[in-house]
């Protein structure tokens, strides 16, 4: 069993940065992809960065250039540091890992291919 847990949400204003966490632990499969999506009020939830542990990350267009997934050197903890936040950034963010390979496109644009999840983390933009 893996389990997920995503931490740092919070309010910011427009222009301003915060970083998201996500502890994995478990049975994680090696080449797993896992990555951030986001659902914003009323919306379907979307892929935001991903990255597998045998390749690199990938990005919703959205998100190029302000949103930078990351890992720590024991791959049990993701991060999500995000950069000049805008209100359409205001979502709910979750975690999430897969448990069988999927290529990173893959992983981004089909969130129901993830097997866990977390909990998920609000992020609010607002002025």
């Known amino acids: 069993q893996v389990q997920v847990v995503e931490s740092g949400g919070g309010s910011v204003q427009p222009g301003g940065s915060l970083r998201l966490s996500c502890v994995v632990s478990?049975?994680?499969?090696?080449?797993?992809?896992m990555g951030w999506f986001r659902q914003p009020a009323g919306q379907e939830r979307e892929g935001v960065a991903v990255?597998?542990?045998?390749?690199?990350?990938s990005y919703a267009d959205f998100v190029k250039g302000r949103f930078t997934i990351s890992q720590d050197l024991t791959k049990t903890t993701l991060y999500l540091q995000m950069n000049d936040l805008k209100p359409e950034d205001t979502a709910v963010y979750y975690c999430?890992?897969?448990?069988?390979?999927?290529?990173?496109?893959?992983?981004?644009?089909?969130?129901?291919?993830?097997?866990?999840w977390g909990q998920g983390t609000q992020v609010t933009v607002s002025s």
């Open positions: 999430a890992v897969g448990s069988t390979w999927i290529s990173s496109g893959t992983c981004l644009d089909n969130p129901e291919r993830l097997t866990y």
């Open positions: 990255t597998a542990r045998t390749g690199g990350p």
């Open positions: 478990g049975s994680v499969y090696d080449n797993a992809c």
